[in-house]
């Protein structure tokens, strides 16, 4: 992992640095506000990866005020860092084939001060417009028909929330709301397939972040998987903070539910980075399981999806991919998943992928919704 983040920091740095000297550049004329842009541009870069290694050593205000800052600064980062490509692409062809009128030529200087106005007011309209989109959540209603086999059961009303992401952005406000939603449909089984916490256990709770938890609802309980960001915060600690909510954890096992279903659920892919252990593979997984029943499946990260139908999984539920969140992140996640975002069926096993309730990083979508996945099981017979 120390070369991952040591890659990353990299690339970063030298992306901003690119963003940075072109705003530089724009303020030739006006010398004056150099140490103010100074200041502002690496508070706004670095304050999130501060409050990441020094979160032990922040005032809880300086803490949450870091988080929001470098939250929505990646979202700045990326659209000022295509509308810097877009314009380096305009400026090299103008001045190459000639195509720029006179006047920009002699009046340079401001034409660069109003384009990195221009460029702003435009991303930070975008970013407004994406962070209120976060917080209308839908309700999204699927269908599927399972094989009832051995299950007295005729039907199952699931709710599943994938990607919550508890932090200081995605509060106890926002949870308390998602809470209510999941409540209003009258759920027999609530389901989380990884990503709850997006921070340390320790920083949620010092917020009270979590308490909401318990005002869940439904006849079978609340059960999860780990994602990748409960092994980047600490998956001992994160599961512990779960099951103080009544959360049942499970990592790479399966429990039969009221003697008429199963639930499976893996440890997420990244384990072996973060603790340098493997995860069971699916056929160890429910090698105990009495395949007469049905069987549901949480895997946070949608890959190798024909594993589940090898396996004889039923319902596989995953999130994870956000959907690329915002463009031109689902340009990525198309090409990188089969399926981004939505319902699939391969031969008999239903699949159902969460862009997700929460969001990572900044809090900006635009290219999905939030989302509470409502999925109505009618078990027939086969």
């Known amino acids: 992992m120390l070369i991952f983040f040591t890659i990353f920091f990299t690339v970063y740095t030298t992306l901003n640095y690119y963003i940075f000297i072109r705003g530089w550049q724009a303020l030739t004329a006006y010398p004056f506000l150099k140490t103010f842009y100074v200041v502002i541009f690496v508070l706004a870069a670095y304050s999130y990866i501060i409050t990441k290694i020094f979160y032990k050593y922040l005032h809880p205000v300086v803490h949450d005020v870091l988080t929001w800052i470098g939250s929505f600064w990646f979202a700045f980062f990326v659209y000022f860092i295509l509308s810097l490509v877009l314009i380096d692409i305009i400026r090299f062809t103008g001045f190459q084939f000639h195509l720029f009128p006179e006047f920009i030529a ?22 407004i417009k994406g962070y209120i989109n976060t917080r209308c959540i839908n309700i999204r209603t699927v269908e599927v028909e399972i094989p009832k086999g051995s299950s007295a059961l005729n039907e199952l009303n699931i709710v599943m929330a994938g990607d919550i992401h508890l932090s200081p952005i995605n509060d106890e406000k926002f949870l308390s709301g998602i809470v209510e939603k999941i409540n209003n449909l009258n759920p027999d089984i609530i389901l989380f397939p990884g990503d709850i916490v997006d921070d340390k256990a320790e920083v949620l709770k010092r917020l009270g972040i979590g308490e909401a938890f318990k005002k869940l609802k439904s006849k079978y309980g609340v059960y999860t998987s780990n994602g990748n960001h409960e092994f980047i915060n600490g998956v001992e600690e994160a599961d512990k903070y779960m099951k103080e909510f009544g959360f049942n954890v499970l990592r790479d096992e399966a429990v039969k539910i009221d003697d008429n279903f199963f639930v499976a659920a893996r440890e997420d892919r990244s384990i072996s980075g973060f603790t340098g252990k493997r995860r069971k593979s699916l056929e160890e997984i429910i090698s105990g399981v009495d395949k007469s029943y049905p069987v549901i499946l949480l895997d946070h990260t949608p890959s190798g999806l024909d594993e589940a139908k090898n396996n004889g999984i039923d319902l596989q539920l995953s999130g994870h991919t956000h959907h690329g969140q915002f463009f031109p992140g689902n340009l990525i996640t198309n090409l990188v998943y089969e399926i981004s975002w939505g319902y699939l069926k391969k031969e008999s096993t239903h699949y159902y992928v969460t862009c997700g309730v929460g969001t990572w990083g900044p809090p900006v979508r635009n290219v999905s919704k939030s989302e509470i996945v409502n999925i109505k099981v009618q078990f027939v017979n086969n």
């Open 106 to 127: 002699r009046n340079y200087e401001k034409v660069k001060l109003i384009t990195a106005a221009v460029v702003i007011i435009s991303v930070s309209l975008i970013v």
